[in-house]
C-alpha cells in the first residue's frame, strides 16, 4: 500500500524556535493534512490542504502542499509549550475511497 | 472535545477472546471511520461506514468486522483476539463521506495479555 515517510521522527527544541516538518510520498495524493495528537487523546485536524502549491496558514502554523502532490511541510513559528505533541501528516486521494495513509508522526518536545 | 465517543476507554482481555468497541459519532456526521494505532504500524484505516453502510475497507483484518446502525452509532467487533492486536482503536465522524477532514475520539486502549 502507499506509505508516507515523515520526518524528523522527533525534534527537541527551544521555546520561541521555528519548527519544520516534512511528508513525502512515492506516490500522488489528492489531498493533504496535518493532524497533532496530544498524550491520551485522537489526533485533531490542524489544516487541510487540497490544491497543489496551495500555502495555508492557521495561527502560527503554516503548510504547503508540494506542486509535484507528492509532498507536504508544516512550519510551526515561535514555538510556545502547547505545540508539544505528535504531528502526522495524512494524504488522501480522490474520492477518499481508501481512507486516509497517515505517516509515522513527528514527536515535538519543547525545552524551557 | 471532539463530540465523538468511544467506549470503553481501556479494555484488557485474553488471547482467543473477543471484544466489541463502540463509537457515537458527532451529532450529524454520517459518516463514522475506524483506525488501529500501533507503535510498529502507527494509524492504520480500517473501515467507514457511511448512513448503515460500508464504503470503504483498508487494512482490516479476517477476524474484525464492524457495523453502524441506524442511531448512526457504530461498533467494532474484535474475534479470536491474538498478542498483536493490543493496539489503540480510534473511531472518527465526518459529515461527509469523502473527507480527509476527520473528528477523532479519545480512542479505545486493547490490551490483549
Known amino acids: 500500500g502507499q506509505q508516507l515517510n515523515q520526518s524528523p521522527q522527533s525534534m527537541f527544541i527551544q521555546e520561541g524556535e521555528d519548527v519544520s516538518m516534512n511528508c513525502t510520498s512515492s506516490s500522488i495524493f489528492n489531498t493533504w493534512l496535518w493532524y497533532k495528537q496530544d498524550p491520551g487523546e485522537g489526533p485533531v485536524l490542524l489544516i487541510a490542504l487540497y490544491k497543489a502549491g496551495e500555502l495555508t496558514s492557521n495561527g502560527r502554523l503554516t503548510a504547503q502542499f508540494g506542486i509535484t502532490r507528492k509532498d507536504s511541510f508544516l512550519n510551526i513559528s515561535a514555538s510556545i509549550p502547547s505545540d508539544v505533541g505528535i504531528y502526522f501528516c495524512a494524504g488522501q486521494n480522490g474520492g477518499g475511497a481508501d481512507g486516509l495513509t497517515f505517516g509515522k508522526g513527528t514527536h515535538l518536545i519543547i525545552q524551557p | 472535545d471532539s463530540g465523538v465517543t468511544q467506549t470503553p476507554k481501556h479494555l484488557i482481555t485474553a488471547t482467543g477472546q473477543r471484544v466489541t468497541l463502540r463509537c457515537s459519532p458527532r451529532s450529524g456526521d454520517l459518516s463514522v471511520y475506524w483506525y488501529q494505532q500501533s507503535l510498529d504500524q502507527g494509524l492504520q484505516f480500517l473501515i467507514q461506514?457511511?448512513?448503515?453502510?460500508?464504503?470503504a475497507k483498508g487494512n482490516i483484518l479476517e477476524r474484525f468486522s464492524a457495523q453502524q446502525f441506524p442511531d448512526l452509532h457504530s461498533e467494532l467487533n474484535l474475534s479470536s483476539l491474538e498478542l498483536g492486536d493490543s493496539a489503540l482503536y480510534f473511531c472518527a465522524s465526518s459529515v461527509e463521506h469523502r473527507t480527509g477532514e476527520l473528528f477523532f475520539g479519545e480512542g479505545s486502549r486493547l490490551t490483549v495479555l
Open positions: 461506514y457511511y448512513n448503515g453502510e460500508e464504503r
